[in-house]
Every structure is written in C-alpha cells, then in structure tokens.
C-alpha cells in the first residue's frame, strides 16, 4: 500500500549558512557598526543580539531575506519577547521543528472529513499517511495543503 509521511523540518546546514550571511551582512553594514550586533544559534534556535529594540528588528529583516533565499519557510521561526538590559537587547527565536500533537489532531481531522480512503496515524513528531491508491494520497495533500497552518509543512517517504 502507498504511504507517506507529513513532517515539519528544516535544512539545518542552510539555517547554519542563512545565520552566517546575515552575520556577514550586519558586520558590514554602516548603521550596525561599533554595536556589537550578531546572530547566534543556540539549541533551541536563534538569539539576536544588539544595542537597542530598533536595531533588534532590523536584524529581524536581515535574518528573514537570508532565510528566504535559501528556502527555508518564514513560518517555522517563532519571535519571543525583546528583552533590554543597560546597553544591550536581545531576543530569542525560535525554531519549530515536528508536527505537534495539537496540529497533528487537525491533520488527522481534515484527512477524517475529506471522506477520502487514506488511515493517518501519529507516529511522534510526524503524520503517516497509508491508502490503497496514489490518487487518494494526492488528493489528501492537496486536502491539508488548502488548510494555511503556522507551520510549513513537507510530504517525505513516498512508498509505493
């Protein structure tokens, strides 16, 4: 029986590579400099750190053209609450990865209502997804992907 699987992940190398680029920009750029402004990546995703609120939110543009040319969604970054101490501000980002249980539920009720003959089943952070024809596979993605989620999401490990 086909299957596939709906997971939510990103290119971890190509984040690595979008951070560096933005850093690489806010080194050089005029209004960033003697501020000490940078990007790090931290386990749970990213913290942005500069002078004031201002230039944090510049950077937020920064990260998300780099982001974006390497193609990686926009969606999958989660902005926190800018925290300002004496001279420096900083703001963690974070970077959804999986399907949670709650969005799993969701996809597992749109596939439910769609009426078509696929079984979805929650295995962890990812939706498996088996029928008896390709058709109605292909049919239930274009099922979830008319529903807009706050989470990009991709369709891996098609098995025939």
Do not use: W
Not at 137 to 156: C, D, N, R, V, W
């Amino acid at each position: 029986m086909p299957s596939f699987d709906i997971v939510s992940e990103i290119d971890q190398q190509e984040l690595t590579n979008a951070v560096d680029q933005a850093n690489r920009e806010i080194s050089n750029r005029f209004d960033f400099k003697g501020t000490d402004s940078k990007i790090e990546l931290i386990e749970i995703g990213l913290t942005i750190i500069s002078s004031s609120e201002f230039q944090v939110k510049q950077i937020h543009d920064i990260l998300e053209t780099k982001i974006v040319k390497r193609k990686i969604d926009v969606r999958c970054l989660k902005y926190g609450d800018i925290i300002e101490n004496n001279k420096e501000a900083q703001q963690i980002v974070e970077i959804k990865k999986g399907v949670d249980a709650e969005l799993a539920r969701k996809i597992v009720k749109i596939i439910k209502s769609s009426k078509l003959k696929v079984q979805a089943a929650v295995q962890g952070d990812q939706v498996r997804l088996t029928g008896k024809k390709r058709d109605d596979l292909q049919q239930t993605i274009a099922a979830i992907k008319e529903e807009k989620f706050g989470t990009p999401l991709q369709y891996i490990n098609f098995r025939d």
